[in-house]
């Protein structure tokens, strides 16, 4: 298998764009995770999805920001519009869970936001 | 509640020295812990993990070991190499959940 899959790796855009960054969870695995990484506030978990259902997003920073999981193969986060404070690395993860199995969350690679 | 608390870093070690890195979690009930490791320009991915109590956890001669008395799961390692340069997180997942909740990291440099 590939790994947890994201793109872009890097995106640049400026102050008032629309981004959406997007994630292809390992095949097989039913729960996927969104997390941000800054430098300030460290690994912060934005929200998670149980087969395609939201679970928690209470780690989502404010309305511009919005998460999906049409299917069990694809993610994608969204924020709109895009503010200078949102540069940061954004992660998703991905794991297996049965409620009495879990595997460890797999990580992918990140995409590097910059907002100009 | 759950969180994580981990040593600050930054950490610097001549090779071939001892590491420990403190951790220690505050959790209801029984969680997994975790130790995840993040070289450069790359994701997480695990090092290690423990599920129970006194349960240890090791790879690539790293080691933690899972203290329910004293609510800690320190990493350790004998012998340090540059290649092992990287930030460390400490993670608990809270039994029966499958959301984890991650320690601020602690960047360790190890220098020849």
């Known amino acids: 298998d590939a790994g947890v899959i994201q793109s872009p790796r890097h995106e640049v855009t400026e102050m008032g764009q629309e981004v959406t960054l997007r994630c292809k969870p390992i095949s097989g695995h039913n729960s996927l995770f969104w997390y941000r990484q800054t430098m300030m506030r460290g690994l912060e978990l934005l929200i998670y999805f149980n087969n395609n259902v939201p679970i928690d997003d209470s780690g989502m920073p404010e309305d511009r920001f919005s998460a999906k999981m049409p299917n069990a193969s694809f993610s994608t986060l969204k924020i709109q519009p895009s503010e200078p404070r949102d540069s940061a690395v954004y992660f998703c993860?991905?794991?297996?869970?049965?409620?009495?199995?879990?595997?460890?969350?797999?990580f992918g690679q990140g995409t590097r936001l910059t907002v100009v | 509640g759950n969180s994580v608390t981990q040593m600050e870093g930054p950490v610097t070690l001549s090779e071939e020295a001892f590491l420990t890195i403190n951790c220690t979690y505050t959790?209801?009930?029984?969680?997994?812990l975790f130790w995840y490791v993040q070289y450069p320009g790359e994701g997480l991915q695990l090092l290690l993990k423990a599920t129970k109590a006194d349960d240890k956890g090791s790879n690539k001669g790293f080691e933690a070991t899972y203290r329910k008395e004293t609510t800690s799961f320190h990493l350790e390692k004998g012998s340090v190499q540059v290649s092992d340069s990287a930030v460390y997180f400490c993670a608990l997942r809270p039994f029966g959940a499958n959301n984890l909740f991650f320690g601020t990291g602690t960047r360790l440099t190890v220098i020849p």
């Open positions: 993860a991905s794991s297996f869970n049965t409620g009495f199995r879990n595997t460890e969350a797999f």
């Open positions: 959790a209801t009930g029984y969680p997994s």
